[in-house]
């Protein structure tokens, strides 16, 4: 039987006569991400087509769904109408893009365990879209889009599949442009909030603490205010939309 990882890509070729009858799973060897598959003759397809089946993108969640749908129309018109403004202006060239950065609508991914419920209903309260992983797959899955750039997890997270270290070795892998489209936040027990020289020896963009999880939609705006204010020129010569 062969299975392909859906962390890495990489097919991996199991011996038939040691395979299970049944669902069962299996630790990729090169990214230790935990696979499932399944040996049922009356499953519909190959066990790859099974397995992509089966590893569906993160959901949705319904809350705050309308608003954001609204949010983001208004938002892009206001850009449209400011993009015409400048074009239309004489001795300016542009208009300053980020003067209503805060207010831009962003979707984000939660990869958490036991706070899942109450971070995603504040989360969608404060004007996110949220969406919900329940393994390293679907968070992979989600992420290929390329339209949700902020994940949010925690160590608890599908303890089972190694869910937590799955999303730091993804991290760790991406290249340089890559990872600056990414904003990883942490969320645990143990740690400072906003400590900014451990979020960077450990490749994370953002550490908060449980006891600080009240606040964090206000925390994660002002640290993405500031990732973006660096990055400012750096985007501005790439063409590319702050986060």
Avoid: W
């Amino acid at each position: 039987m062969i299975i392909r990882c859906d962390n890495c890509s990489v097919s991996l070729q199991l011996d038939e006569s040691k395979i299970p009858n049944g669902s069962f799973t299996v630790r990729c060897p090169r990214c230790q991400n935990m696979l499932r598959a399944s040996r049922d003759p009356k499953a519909g397809g190959s066990a790859t087509v099974q397995q992509l089946a089966a590893n569906k993108p993160a959901p949705a969640t319904n809350q705050g769904a309308k608003e954001f749908a609204e949010k983001t129309s208004e938002f892009e018109i206001n850009s449209a109408l400011k993009s015409l403004l400048s074009a239309l202006q004489t001795g300016k060239a542009s208009l300053d893009a980020d003067d209503d950065i805060d207010k831009k609508p962003r979707r984000v991914l939660l990869c958490l365990g036991e706070k899942r419920d109450a971070v995603a209903a504040m989360m969608a309260e404060a004007g996110y879209r949220v969406y919900i992983a329940e393994t390293p797959a679907q968070a992979n899955e989600r992420l290929r889009e390329g339209k949700t750039e902020i994940v949010i997890f925690s160590p608890d997270f599908a303890a089972e599949y190694g869910g937590a270290a799955i999303l730091q070795q993804k991290a760790n892998a991406m290249y340089s442009q890559e990872r600056r489209r990414l904003f990883l936040v942490s969320l645990e027990d143990s740690g400072t909030t906003m400590n900014a020289h451990d979020a960077f020896l450990r490749n994370l963009n953002l550490i908060v603490n449980t006891e600080d999880l009240k606040q964090l939609p206000l925390i994660l705006n002002r640290a993405l205010h500031d990732f973006n204010s660096l990055y400012h020129y750096m985007n501005q010569g790439l063409g590319l939309q702050p986060l």
